[in-house]
């Protein structure tokens, strides 16, 4: 059973940071494609970033040179650093493990950014 818990979710004024975390119950993390997505109120679940089992990283456009995703290994966990933050990435965060066709989903962690 695979178990994912997010963590570092809060209130926090625009401008401000947050680092998110994901943890991961689960053989072999290393193999592991992880992502973050959010979902903000009204919308539909977007991609944020993501990294390979090999340390390649992407992320959307709108948070690229705000928000960096990182991952170790020895700790089971993917991290999400979130500076400059606005109020437009306000939302639940998810955290997402792939592998193959076996996708598994955090249960989230909520950001507010205030204006």
């Known amino acids: 059973q695979v178990q994912l818990v997010e963590s570092g979710g809060g209130l926090v004024q625009a401008g401000g940071s947050l680092r998110l975390s994901c943890a991961a119950s689960?053989?072999?993390?290393?193999?592991?494609?992880m992502a973050w997505y959010r979902q903000a109120p009204g919308k539909s679940r977007e991609l944020v970033a993501a990294?390979?089992?090999?340390?390649?990283?992407n992320a959307t456009d709108s948070v690229k040179g705000r928000f960096t995703i990182s991952r170790d290994n020895a700790k089971n966990t993917v991290y999400l650093q979130m500076n400059s933050l606005k109020p437009e990435d306000t939302g639940v965060y998810l955290c997402?493990?792939?592998?193959?066709?076996?996708?598994?989903w955090g249960q989230g962690t909520q950001v507010t950014v205030s204006s």
């Open positions: 689960v053989r072999s993390f290393s193999a592991y494609r």
């Open positions: 997402n493990a792939v592998w193959f066709t076996l996708s598994y």
């Open positions: 990294i390979t089992s090999g340390g390649i990283t």
